[in-house]
């Protein structure tokens, strides 16, 4: 396996090895709750790393690659001034992922800020890693943990979706990551959506 591959898979599974453990929601506890407030933590864009051995820079016309050294951002910086300045927030993707989930399949769950429940979505991670050494496409993995706690402070569901080989991702160049504010969100959503399935999917087990 490619070395930059390996550094990919070592920092979603270590991210993952110190979040919450395995929790099964049951029936009885989820029909209890009727409302719930929808968090994410940390509520920046800081969770995203990149493994790369190019730097980013604009050409007049978009965007292009340069050998590291050169005047460019590395992708991580690069990645993380463009979502600041077209306001595209991690969080807020999976937030809306997970949120549209619940409501397809009709689960009995309002979202009210006045909730005294939380359901927590944590980013341990996002990684946009180069596929190998002969490619310019970068591959986009989340590392995912949820958690639900009641009224009471208890944590009635836990889950933690972690991208283990062969991985879901989604692959692009840079140029395509970055043509346009709304293409760079698509590709953010087509990579992060599988781990998002991952973990509705243990969410809403024995629920329907």
Known sequence: MNFKIICTFLILVLSGCSSVPTV????????NLKTVILESVPNDN???HAVSTVDVQFTGVGVGVVGTGGDGK???????DYM???QISLNKLVRSQFKEKIKADNLPLQFSDDSPNKLVLTLNVVVLGMKHGFSDEFNALFNIAGQLINDKGEVIWSYNAIPMPPAPGYSATIDQMFASPDAFKQYLSAASDPMVQKLYDHFKKGLI
């Open 46 to 48: 800081f969770m995203l």
């Open 84 to 86: 600041e300045q077209n």
């Open 74 to 80: 590395g992708v991580r910086e690069f990645a993380i």
């Open 24 to 31: 099964k929601l049951k029936l009885e506890a989820f029909n």
